[in-house]
């Protein structure tokens, strides 16, 4: 180039005596073990067949199957490790962004939007209020179970609406 010169860059010297600094660990879990929509798919619907099954109980499985819908990924028993049982058998496991174990005040912020479908069920149970109010949280439950799936189809790290409120995401086993 006319004009201009570059100096040649001078390395610091590293002395022995200083180790290098090391590099902190990104504050958010890898994407790098995102699983397929399919292994999601099955997960979600063991836990839809658990859920719906326990439900056929009148009254103590209908409470029992929504509390499941809602707390399944904090629940802390050693045969499920802090996750639901379709995401156990699917080797699938939800992470916090802050690094933390799951507990069931963040799974139900997180499960609340597929729970709704679960409330469905419930409210058969209640004579003519729930019987009215049924048909609304069907529609309701079904909107936002169709929501949380497109989210998990368009978005690039597969979080859904749920993962944003709750600051989690969905990861292979091995990740």
């Given amino acids: 180039m006319d004009g201009i010169e570059f100096a040649p860059r001078e390395e610091p010297a590293m002395s022995d005596a200083t180790p290098p600094t090391p590099v902190p660990p990104p504050t958010s879990p890898p994407t790098a073990g995102k699983p397929d929509l399919m ?13 719906s099954v326990v439900g056929l109980v009148p009254i103590l499985g209908t409470l029992v199957g929504i509390a499941y819908a809602l707390l ?7 045969f499920m490790d802090g996750r639901s049982i379709g995401k156990k058998l699917m080797k699938l496991k ?3 962004h802050d690094g933390s174990p799951m507990d069931m005040a963040t799974s139900a912020r997180r499960n609340w939007p597929l729970a709704v479908g679960s409330l469905a069920q419930g409210l058969l149970i209640l ?7 049924l048909p609304f949280a ?4 079904a909107v936002l179970a169709l929501y949380e ?27």
């Avoid at 292994?39 to 859920?51: E, G, M, P, S």
């Fill in 72 to 78: 399944r990924d904090g629940l802390q028993y050693e």
């Fill in 127 to 133: 004579p003519v209020i729930g019987w009215i109010l």
């Fill in 138 to 141: 069907v529609i309701a439950g």
């Fill in 39 to 51: 292994t999601r798919f099955l997960a979600f619907f063991i836990d839809a067949v658990i859920v």
């Fill in 94 to 96: 939800v992470v916090r």
């Fill in 149 to 175: 799936a497109y989210r998990v189809y368009s978005a690039p790290d597969g979080r859904r609406w749920g993962d944003d409120l709750a600051g989690t995401m969905v990861v292979a086993e091995g990740a």
